[in-house]
């Protein structure tokens, strides 16, 4: 016969977890722990097997259970068990196990008393049984016997400890009737690590073998000694019905006969007994079950609302409706479109705040990298000045010139126009690779149709590949207007008479006003370790200087550097550093930073770094040009001329300059109108006019919109999920429904434990208990009554050990409770007050009167302290 109400909570247990399992989760219930402590024979190993309702265990006298059994149930729907330290071999035969058990014992403590704390793990394998793990401890003995150390109390006691202290561990703390409940080491050590009495359950063994005349009904109503939770009587088989194979159902029959035909325990029979200790402990077991329900019904509701959204759509679902096709096929194409022109014009919802993308990266290419590019091809000052010369000269031929020829100026300013193409064409090649990453990004959604997403892109790239070439011819033409015709007449052209009264340092001033261009972080990188090493400043760039201080509140200022006679150079990334650095040095060879002739400013990405660059450029901070192989001929040549050619030299240098500024100007500014309406708005017109019929034109409708195996199996597994959740959240909502948690029982005063911690049997604790206890609820204060006889204690040393009081018998309203509930108080049993000579006080030990065979432990007379 096993437990009939844990196979009453199995079913439940298993369905949970299957519903877990559906939607690919384990479902922790981390049921509790059940351990048994007690001393010596007390019978703790029958109590567990009673629970389990298997015989298995090895029973004896003396020390039988020498080592800690952890047995851990797993349901199952064959029965068999198996042991950790031999998996290979599955046990049948429950005696096969006991064997091995006491086989296993001894080969580790050996025969002779011995004890271990190495556990043994047995698992159980049976359809009658809920994972539980149950913990058969070796009893608590004092006197070392045999092979077992002199400190054999405090080892034994350790061992429990380290079981009982887990607080989801269920402690029975067992204790036989024919001892004195007040010295029971077993609910001292449950006081120890549950000082609030919310999980020991006081198990009452060996009622059978109490003298005869005695009982423990006071001590089975909680009225003696009280616990929280109670004590619960059970028989246990003899010695004798073990050795005569008595089993455990009619072992059962008679301990239910004993308690129904015994006269002090009859009217509680139905809370006595092995089945009811049973029904207490599968009740915490449901407790423990209704107290995960809450955090699992809210992990479950929270993923049902999250697929609830994509479920709607899937609801009427069918693959193979060609209207459902076409219906999403326009929803898909028309979606491209608006996420496409959303990406490039920008938009206030789905706003990605990591990094730039669509139209912020191209915005970027025209403002910052563009005018990069064209300041890095500009003319460097010494060829300039002698291709002048050269031109100047060829133009004169034989002859000595005396005015300064503008065909010269014509000449130079044609192949200084003509160097813009590389950069224009870079910049168109740099946004069609973003307008073609964008592409992909929109195509995205596009995803759950492999086909059509190929497609469109394919489409599209191929559409923006053609705008490509109309887009740079029509640049390439803009730049050949330009050659064809040298406005000299432009309003912004200096001439011939400002450009030979212009000094070339003046045409250097900075036109801009001395206005904040940027502000950042930065990181100086080469400052030395014994100067602080690299540290982050914030950084103001303006025309005229560059700042750097403490923090963004611009308070502290670390130093100001000037900006003339800076240049920008490229710096290699170190070899352990992640950032990317650039430099700015003096022309002059000067120190920039203290004693530092460049200092490297390091940022976190490259992007960062040509934004850096940009903003250097609108201060006039140039980068640095690539040297010249023969520089020093070069140099040779240039100085080599006469005062009158310098002049006009200088004087056509002037004229170049200022009209490559305006064609800079005019270039900057048709660039990104020529792109933006050739391509950009081609693109965007493209999509939302013609994208649909190049898709109907490029394949068939059915191929177009076949799903992936993917998004098929996504959408199964997200239905299947779907319903799964709902099924577990209605097996949940049947649990809550078809279960009842029992309150826990008020608090009982249990200062008995810490009272009765010396005794004429007891020894120190191996370690004083720092819990503080809760307090006990005070009896009713009344008037002085006679009272029942005391039991006197006697306690080693000078000082005795008192009894307290026990009031006096409550009115008849409270005489008789129906209740069947585990965990409430026990029913009150109102009994004949004792006769007491009235010269007496109450409350003073008295000598009890003789009685033969007299027990140890003794009913009072008078109802419980909770009175």
Request: with cysteine.
């Amino acid at each position: 016969m096993g437990n009939r109400g844990m196979e009453e909570l199995i079913p439940l247990v298993n369905k949970l977890q299957d519903a877990f399992s559906s939607i690919g989760q384990s479902c922790h219930l981390d049921l509790p722990q059940i351990a048994v402590v007690g001393g010596q024979s007390a019978g703790k190993s029958s109590v567990l097997e009673n629970f389990v309702g298997r015989d298995f265990l090895p029973r004896g006298s003396g020390i039988v259970t020498r080592r800690p059994l952890i047995l851990q149930l797993i349901f199952s729907k064959t029965e068999y068990a198996e042991f950790l330290h031999c998996k290979s071999k599955k046990f049948t035969d429950f005696d096969e196990v006991r064997q091995e058990i006491e086989a296993e014992t001894e080969r580790v403590t050996g025969s002779n008393k011995g004890i271990s704390p190495i556990p043994i793990n047995l698992r159980v394998y049976s359809p009658h049984v809920l994972n539980l793990t149950l913990i058969d401890l070796p009893g608590i003995t004092k006197v070392p016997v045999g092979d077992q150390p002199q400190d054999i109390e405090y080892q034994i006691k350790d061992m429990i400890l380290q079981f009982i202290s887990r607080d989801s561990s269920l402690i029975l703390a067992v204790t036989p009737a024919n001892m004195d409940l007040a010295n029971s080491d077993a609910l001292k050590l449950s006081k120890e690590v549950d000082p609030q009495g919310l999980r020991t359950i006081g198990v009452i063994t060996k009622l059978d073998l109490m003298d005869e005349g005695t009982d423990a009904r006071d001590i089975l109503e909680n009225k003696l000694l009280p616990l929280r939770r109670g004590y619960i009587g059970v028989v246990n088989r003899s010695q004798k019905d073990i050795d005569g194979k008595k089993d455990i159902r009619a072992a059962l029959a008679a301990e239910r006969k004993f308690f129904l035909s015994h006269p002090a325990y009859r009217h509680m029979a139905d809370r006595m007994g092995t089945p009811h200790l049973q029904k207490v402990l599968n009740q915490q077991l449901t407790n423990h079950i209704r107290e995960s329900l809450p955090s699992l019904r809210s992990k479950l509701q929270s993923q049902l609302l999250s697929l609830e959204k994509e479920v709607e759509e899937y609801k009427n679902f069918r693959p193979d409706d060609p209207t459902r096709k076409t219906k999403a096929l326009l929803q898909m194409v028309q979606q491209f479109a608006v996420d496409f022109e959303k990406r490039i014009e920008g938009s206030g919802d789905q706003v990605d705040t990591l990094e730039l993308s669509g139209g912020a990266r191209i915005n970027r290419i025209f403002h910052e990298r563009f005018p990069f590019e064209l300041v890095k091809m500009e003319f460097d000052e010494k060829d300039l000045r002698r291709e002048i010369s050269y031109a100047i000269k060829n133009i004169h031929g034989v002859r000595t010139g005396l005015f300064t020829p503008d065909l010269a100026f014509e000449a130079i300013v044609k192949k200084q126009v003509v160097k813009l193409k590389e950069p224009c064409l870079k910049c168109v090649d740099l946004v069609i690779q973003e307008l073609i990453n964008t592409v992909r990004q929109c195509t995205c959604k596009l995803g759950s149709y492999p086909r059509l997403r190929e497609e469109t892109e394919r489409i599209v790239t191929t559409h923006i590949r053609e705008r490509e070439g109309r887009t740079k011819d029509q640049i390439l033409l803009l730049i050949d207007i330009e050659l064809s015709y040298i406005n000299t007449n432009h309003e912004d052209f200096i001439g011939f008479a400002n450009a030979q009264q212009r000094n070339t340092q003046a045409n250097k001033k900075r036109a801009i006003p001395n206005q904040v261009i940027r502000r950042g972080w930065l990181t100086i990188n080469n400052i030395s370790i014994m100067k602080g090493g690299s540290k982050e400043y914030w950084f103001i760039l303006t025309a005229e200087n560059l700042s750097w201080y403490k923090d963004e509140e611009e308070k502290e200022k670390k130093y100001m550097l000037p900006l003339d006679n800076l240049k920008i150079r490229d710096v290699e990334k170190g070899f352990m550093s992640n950032k990317h650095v650039f430099a700015i040095f003096n022309t002059e060879q000067r120190n920039v930073y203290k004693d530092l002739r460049q200092i490297e400013l390091a940022c976190d990405s490259q992007e960062d770094v040509d934004s850096w660059k940009a903003s250097f450029l609108r201060a006039g901070v140039y980068p640095e040009k690539d040297q010249v192989e023969n520089e020093d001929g070069a140099q040779e040549n240039t100085f080599s001329m006469d005062p009158q050619l310098e002049r006009q030299v200088e004087t056509i240098r002037n004229l170049v300059d200022s009209y490559v500024g305006i064609i800079n100007k005019s270039i900057r500014d048709l660039m990104p109108k020529t792109i933006m309406h050739l391509m950009i708005n081609n693109t965007k017109d493209f999509i939302h006019s013609e994208l649909l019929a190049y898709l109907y034109s490029s394949a068939d409708q059915n191929s177009l919109m076949e799903e992936s195996a993917d998004q098929a199996q996504r959408r199964d597994d997200m239905l299947r999920m779907y319903h799964a959740l709902k099924e577990a959240l209605h097996i949940i909502g049947d649990i809550s429904t078809s279960t009842v948690s029992t309150p826990v029982p008020p608090p009982v005063d249990d200062t008995w434990l810490q009272l009765g911690s010396s005794g004429p049997g007891s020894t120190p604790q191996l370690r004083p208990s720092s819990t503080v206890l809760p307090p006990g609820r005070p009896p009713a204060v009344r008037g002085p009554m006679p009272g029942p006889p005391l039991i006197p204690v006697q306690v080693a040393g000078p000082s005795s050990f008192v009894a307290p009081p026990i009031p006096s018998r409550p009115g008849p309203q409270s005489a008789f409770i129906a209740n069947n509930d585990p965990f409430s108080a026990p029913p009150q049993i109102p009994s004949r007050p004792a006769r007491v000579p009235p010269g007496i006080p109450p409350g003073v030990p008295r000598r009890p009167p003789a009685a033969p065979n007299r027990p140890t432990i003794i009913r009072p007379a008078e109802p419980s302290l909770l009175d």
